[in-house]
């Protein structure tokens, strides 16, 4: 390993349950046996012996399950469900459960790093936290003093970042962007509003627990592993729930469905409407929910009429039979159908209208707020604390003054990116970037690095040094969520609860809590008026002060829970829309006068190069995005991702599963190398790799070149005109042998 490598680091997803708790076993053993890190657990004192518990709460993924650390002896032991818990009711996914690895990761940034060359080439000095913090506030004066505060940006993911937006908005800050809204569920929240009036949420309101027909469009539950949902779906499942899944992969989910549609990529949509065309014509809606709820539906029916399915047919290919029997089978079951909105929903740069129609879909199976649809979530009251009224800004944010999309209901990160890039609306000369590795998160890394290069300032807090980290001014180490407070969470949820984050063990090095980095930063810049509180304990015992809950209990069981109201509209739970007309909105009289159709309209994907395949990429069970591939226990489990090749097309290409290739995009993008699965799973016109791989940061050696990144194909993408999600399938590949 090299010194700068030093200095900053100072299995398939099929595995079997027997397999991961030997593999985790052995991995803890290991760890445990290293003792790496006992000398800076124990602070001088008395080595701690026995068993110790502390209730906490996940942050390997958004899902924030409930957890109950163990630490023996005075090390970190293991990670459980707490059993308190609504989301997670006792159970954490293969990645919850490897968080102990998270603590013990080679790759973690040890301590505050200056960069002392040119941007990329990751070099640097280690310094404390005083120099460095006292370095990124002159530059942040200076920023605002040359350009406005409203130059100083941010992209910010999970509830880590809230006390550094906080500090952000005392500043002056104004453009506080989460990419995970242009580049992931940006347009389900959209198309969701537009027609319901409200978000699906994060975790999504689905009841699939109570679904008698659990409809997944490209959604794959069981690899995308989103803990609730995917016990649901295991219920649902064990109790003969019907399930239709359509994809251009058998996935997992697909090897549980009553039917399989292997739907040609990009032509989800089509589907979508042959489907609706079918229970509209056949009157197979619930007319008395559509009547008592529903605007536009006459409008909405005759743009329906042309999407037969015999039209759909060529399409999608998927038989009209097919289609018909479908739509009959999931009009069987409503109102306890349920079509799964999904999550990473920016495909191909129509997605708001295509996640509108799921919507719609939806509204004509009468599921929203019906049981075995989607209930109607609540959360028990916290009061914000009290802090002094932040400035008003002197400029409006970059996405209001660009005016290109209508529907945003956030920032959008590549607009600010490309606000970077090219200075206007005005410039942006600083970047935090908190918790999200925007090189491999955002599309066109081309585009992110030039955009880099403008900036006089660029600093990332985060736990590893990733490939974002490596182009950073300064580098702030965050103690991972087992070593820190954080905001406390009061979920919107089916049972409304509050979970509190909670150290559980200390940091092995000079990592720091985010709480406290912003608050420092605060005072380093002369808002320390903006944390008129002591510490991280003080402001939560404030809050749960303030709305009469006990602290010292939510820090024994790490769970509060309320009172569950009506869930379901026929128990009473208010039906509400948020809409101009108040009710579910079939024709959108929004989208019309914004110039926009309002009933979604179908356009074919553009196909790719002769000989191409479209590159299709997702997650798995064990990894979360790029985040995880140096947990020593999760690399244990999938330590590299394969290429997913139609078996034909690897016998006419030569291939066999094992061989390793390189992908070629239609740019001329080539990528690491990575083995080839061939298998009957996937149609003959797409390929499909796991997300997060082929890491290329010196301060990763661990995961350095192991695996391919699918980010660094993604040279193309289309973006949404109604809300500016970044549509990223829209790239092809050829494959090339590796000798």
């Not at 039979?321 to 159908?337: C, F, G, L, Q, V």
């Not at 590299?640 to 070629?664: C, F, I, M, P, T």
Request: net charge positive; charged share 20%.
């Amino acid at each position: 390993m090299s010194t700068d490598q030093r200095v900053l680091n100072a299995a398939a997803p099929s595995v079997s349950r027997r397999r991961f708790l030997k593999i985790t076993a052995a991995s803890v053993a290991a760890l445990g046996a290293a003792g790496t890190f006992a000398e800076s657990l124990s602070n001088g004192k008395p080595a701690e012996k026995g068993l110790r518990q502390v209730p906490t709460f996940c942050d390997l993924c958004f899902w924030k399950c409930g957890a109950i650390a163990t630490v023996r002896d005075g090390k970190l032991w293991k990670i459980e469900g707490n059993p308190l818990d609504p989301l997670s009711r006792g159970r954490l996914c293969p990645r919850g459960t490897g968080g102990v690895g998270a603590h013990f990761d080679p790759d973690r940034v040890r301590t505050p790093l200056l960069r002392v060359s040119e941007r990329g080439q990751e070099k640097w000095k280690a310094v404390s936290w005083d120099e460095a913090l006292d370095f990124i506030a002159a530059r942040m004066r200076k920023i605002q003093a040359t350009y406005g505060p409203e130059s100083f940006a941010a992209f910010v993911h999970g509830i880590g970042g809230t006390f550094l937006k906080h500090t952000l908005k005392a500043y002056g800050a104004v453009n506080i962007a989460a990419p995970s809204f242009a580049q992931c569920r940006g347009p389900r929240d959209t198309a969701f509003r537009l027609t319901f009036g409200d978000d699906v949420g994060s975790p999504e309101r689905t009841d699939i627990e109570n679904a008698q027909c659990l409809v997944l469009i490209g959604s794959h539950l069981g690899e995308n592993m989103h803990n609730t949902q995917v016990q649901e779906f295991a219920t649902a499942v064990g109790r003969g729930a019907s399930i239709i899944v359509a994809d251009p992969r058998f996935s997992v989910a697909a090897s549980k469905a009553k039917f399989y549609l292997p739907i040609k990529a990009g032509t989800d949509l089509a589907l979508l409407l042959a489907w609706m065309n079918v229970i509209v014509g056949e009157n197979l809606y619930d007319k008395a929910y559509v009547e008592k709820y529903g605007f536009g539906f006459e409008q909405f029916a005759a743009e329906l009429r042309p999407y037969t399915p015999e039209w759909a047919y060529p399409e999608t290919g998927i038989d009209p039979d097919t289609i018909r029997a479908t739509a009959r089978e999931m009009a069987r079951y409503r109102p306890a159908t349920l079509i799964h909105p999904g999550r990473h929903s920016n495909w191909y740069g129509d997605d708001t209208q295509r996640v509108r129609a799921v919507a719609l879909l939806n509204a004509l199976m009468g599921s929203w707020g019906r049981k075995g649809g989607f209930y109607i979530p609540s959360s028990m009251d916290v009061p914000a604390y009290p802090y002094p009224p932040l400035p008003k800004p002197s400029k409006p944010k970059i996405e209001s003054l660009i005016n290109k999309f209508p529907f945003a209901g956030e920032n959008i990160s590549t607009a600010i990116r490309d606000a970077t890039i090219t200075g206007k609306p005005y410039p942006v000369k600083g970047w935090l970037v908190y918790a999200t590795n925007l090189i491999n998160s955002l599309p066109n890394q081309d585009e992110t690095i030039r955009a880099i290069q403008q900036l006089d300032l660029l600093v990332v807090v985060d736990v590893i040094g990733s490939e974002i980290a490596g182009w950073a001014d300064v580098v702030l180490p965050e103690s991972v969520y087992l070593e820190r407070h954080d905001e406390m969470n009061p979920e919107l949820f089916k049972h409304p609860f509050i979970a509190l984050r909670q150290p559980v063990i200390p940091s092995p090095a000079h990592q720091k809590p985010n709480w406290w980095i912003a608050k420092r930063l605060a005072e380093k810049l002369g808002l320390g008026a903006y944390y008129p509180w002591n510490d991280i304990e003080d402001y939560l015992a404030a809050r749960l002060k303030a709305g009469g809950y006990s602290f010292d209990e939510l820090k024994r069981q790490g769970i509060l829970t309320g009172k569950q109201p009506p869930i379901y509209f026929d128990d009473g739970a208010p039906a509400t829309f948020d809409t101009p007309s108040k009710k579910i909105e079939f024709y959108s009289t929004q989208l019309a006068q914004a110039g926009f159709d309002p009933v979604p309209k179908y356009t074919p994907p553009e196909p790719g190069p002769p000989g191409s395949y479209r590159l299709l990429f997702g997650r798995a069970p064990v990894h979360s995005f790029s985040r995880t591939q140096t947990n020593p226990l999760l690399s244990d489990l999938m330590s590299e991702n394969s290429v997913w090749l139609n078996a034909a097309e690897a016998r006419r290409l030569g291939l066999n599963s094992g061989d390793y290739v390189r992908l070629r995009n239609q740019d001329g993008r080539l990528s690491n190398r990575i083995r080839v699965k061939a298998t009957e799973r996937i149609r003959p016109d797409c390929v499909y790799m796991v997300h997060g791989f082929g890491h290329t940061a010196k301060g990763l050696p661990h995961a350095f070149g192991k695996g391919a990144s699918d980010a660094g194909l993604i040279t193309r993408y289309k973006t949404d005109p109604l809300m500016g999600g970044t549509g990223m399938n829209v790239n092809f590949v050829t494959l090339e042998r590796e000798a």
